[in-house]
């Protein structure tokens, strides 16, 4: 095989579907956040972000970042091993006793990023878990996809948020068989909200064990910011719950919380959790740090929500199609991947405003789109002038 010739030939492909990924250069700038100097073909220029995941500007924090900055200097920059292997600090400890309290469970466990979390617990679980069958809704994020597709069990995939087409499924397995339910509580890239409570309804009914990614959720929702299912007062009712410590906690890494017996199955048979080193303490301090500011940070997400109904407000005013599913997140649809891309050009390149393209696999062909994620610390003049360069380049368009 040629093989330089095939990598060359795959990269043309999606060079002419327009779906060739180049990275914006997007320096943050402690204090400036949303503004950040980013780089893009060749131009380097202050601009306003509108796509990130550090949805409560947690990742500029002057406390997370001092509590950052003591453990980095007084435990260093690594953890030095695995977390069998010397690399468990107090503060790793600390951070998993914390996360367990905080989703009302016997116990968590952190992994180097959600996406880990997600792919080795759920194909531990349904690799393990004899004759497990995994219901999967189809819009899970990536991380489950490849966990669940990784485990080899034997899987359906039910139509999103469809509660009829799950239940079809369940009725066709045997009720004593073991299965797992895997849905996210906000989809990432909808921005909408599954069913929790109907879930549980049928989890129980079929006897499934449930697994809930909460990655867009945790830090956001509810009155100490634990989530969607603390938000529905569904604290304690589904067997693991997934979170990520890197969007609105602003560090990295990510976690499981669930029964003791479970959270200890996945910690002692996880390939993704025991062969890696372990998450720096620094970061772990700082995450620490961010989730006890998030648990008493109610006026932030106040002030957060306000800025999400505004932009929504705006847009809706100026005629410009988003989608509403009542969360923080607007999918502000296109429908062309190269059309997706130049607008995101000329809005930086006119408009110093930075939105990244989300292109298939991210999203299904045809339904290419920007993800706007407005922030408590985006402003009205912010907010007027997205709304006002959005309208004339679709116009244009
Ligand atoms: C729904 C969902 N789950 C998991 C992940 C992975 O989390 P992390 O970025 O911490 O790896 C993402 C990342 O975007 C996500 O959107």
Same mark, same amino acid.
């Given at each position: 095989?040629?093989?330089? !010739?095939?990598?060359?030939?795959?990269?043309? @492909?999606?060079?002419?579907?327009?779906?060739?990924?180049?990275?914006?250069?997007?320096?943050?700038?402690?204090?400036? &956040?949303?503004?950040?100097?980013?780089?893009?073909?060749?131009?380097?220029?202050?601009?306003?972000?509108? $796509?990130?995941?550090?949805?409560?500007?947690?990742?500029?924090?002057?406390?997370?970042?001092?509590?950052?900055?003591?453990?980095?200097?007084?435990?260093?920059?690594?953890?030095?091993?695995?977390?069998?292997?010397?690399?468990?600090?107090?503060?790793?400890?600390?951070?998993?006793?914390? =996360?367990?309290?905080?989703?009302? $469970?016997?116990?968590?466990?952190?992994?180097?990023?959600?996406? #880990?979390?997600?792919?080795?617990? =759920?194909?531990?679980?349904?690799? %393990?878990?004899?004759? $497990?069958? #995994?219901?999967?809704?189809?819009?899970?994020?990536?991380?489950?996809?490849?966990?669940?597709?990784?485990?080899?069990?034997?899987?359906?995939? &039910?139509?999103?948020?469809?509660?009829?087409?799950? @239940?079809?499924?369940?009725?066709?397995?045997?009720?004593?068989?073991?299965?797992?339910?895997?849905?996210?509580?906000?989809?990432?890239?909808?921005?909408?909200?599954?069913?929790?409570?109907?879930?549980?309804?049928?989890?129980? %009914?079929?006897?499934?064990?449930?697994? #809930?990614?909460?990655?867009?959720?945790?830090?956001?929702?509810? *009155?100490?910011?634990?989530? @969607?299912?603390?938000?529905?007062?569904?604290?304690? !009712?589904?067997?693991?719950?997934?979170?990520? =410590?890197? %969007?609105?906690?602003?560090?990295?890494?990510?976690?499981?919380?669930?029964?003791?017996?479970?959270?200890?199955?996945?910690?002692?048979?996880?390939?993704?959790?025991?062969?890696?080193?372990?998450?720096?303490?620094?970061?772990?301090?700082?995450?620490?740090?961010?989730?006890?500011?998030? %648990?008493?940070?109610?006026?932030?997400?106040?002030?957060?929500?306000?800025?999400?109904?505004?932009?929504?407000?705006?847009?809706?005013?100026?005629?410009?199609?988003?989608?509403?599913?009542?969360?923080?997140?607007?999918?502000?649809?296109?429908?062309?991947?190269?059309?997706?891309?130049?607008?995101?050009?000329?809005?930086?390149?006119?408009?110093?405003?930075? #939105?990244?393209?989300?292109?298939?696999?991210?999203?299904?062909?045809?339904?290419?789109?920007?993800?706007?994620?407005?922030?408590?610390?985006?402003?009205?003049?912010?907010? *007027?002038?997205?709304?006002?360069?959005?309208?004339?380049?679709?116009?244009? =368009?």
């Amino acid at each position: 095989m040629n093989y330089q !010739e095939f990598f060359e030939q795959e990269i043309d @492909k999606i060079k002419e579907e327009g779906r060739y990924r180049v990275f914006a250069n997007v320096k943050r700038i402690t204090g400036s &956040f949303p503004k950040a100097i980013v780089q893009m073909n060749g131009i380097s220029k202050e601009a306003t972000l509108w $796509c990130s995941n550090d949805y409560l500007g947690m990742g500029h924090n002057a406390d997370v970042l001092e509590e950052m900055s003591r453990v980095i200097l007084s435990s260093g920059s690594g953890a030095g091993g695995t977390r069998n292997i010397s690399g468990t600090t107090p503060y790793h400890t600390l951070l998993e006793e914390e =996360l367990a309290k905080w989703h009302k $469970c016997d116990s968590a466990l952190v992994f180097t990023s959600g996406y #880990v979390a997600n792919e080795t617990t =759920l194909s531990t679980l349904a690799s %393990k878990i004899p004759e $497990c069958i #995994v219901l999967s809704d189809a819009l899970n994020h990536a991380s489950m996809i490849e966990g669940i597709s990784h485990s080899r069990a034997r899987k359906f995939i &039910f139509r999103h948020n469809d509660m009829d087409h799950l @239940k079809s499924f369940l009725d066709q397995i045997p009720k004593y068989q073991p299965k797992i339910i895997a849905v996210e509580s906000v989809y990432s890239m909808e921005g909408d909200v599954a069913p929790l409570d109907e879930i549980l309804d049928l989890a129980r %009914k079929y006897q499934a064990l449930t697994y #809930v990614d909460e990655v867009h959720a945790v830090g956001m929702y509810g *009155d100490d910011g634990a989530g @969607k299912i603390h938000e529905m007062n569904l604290d304690g !009712e589904f067997d693991l719950i997934q979170g990520t =410590l890197g %969007k609105a906690i602003g560090c990295i890494g990510g976690y499981i919380a669930g029964g003791k017996s479970i959270v200890d199955f996945v910690r002692s048979f996880s390939p993704g959790f025991i062969f890696t080193t372990a998450l720096p303490p620094a970061i772990t301090s700082g995450a620490l740090k961010s989730i006890q500011i998030l %648990k008493n940070a109610s006026d932030l997400r106040a002030v957060h929500q306000e800025a999400v109904t505004q932009t929504k407000q705006a847009l809706s005013k100026a005629g410009l199609p988003f989608l509403d599913h009542y969360t923080h997140i607007i999918p502000f649809i296109i429908g062309d991947a190269a059309k997706c891309k130049e607008i995101s050009k000329t809005l930086f390149q006119e408009f110093g405003i930075y #939105v990244q393209p989300i292109n298939y696999p991210t999203v299904p062909k045809g339904s290419e789109r920007f993800r706007i994620t407005p922030t408590p610390y985006h402003t009205k003049e912010d907010i *007027d002038h997205l709304v006002k360069a959005l309208s004339l380049l679709m116009k244009e =368009l």
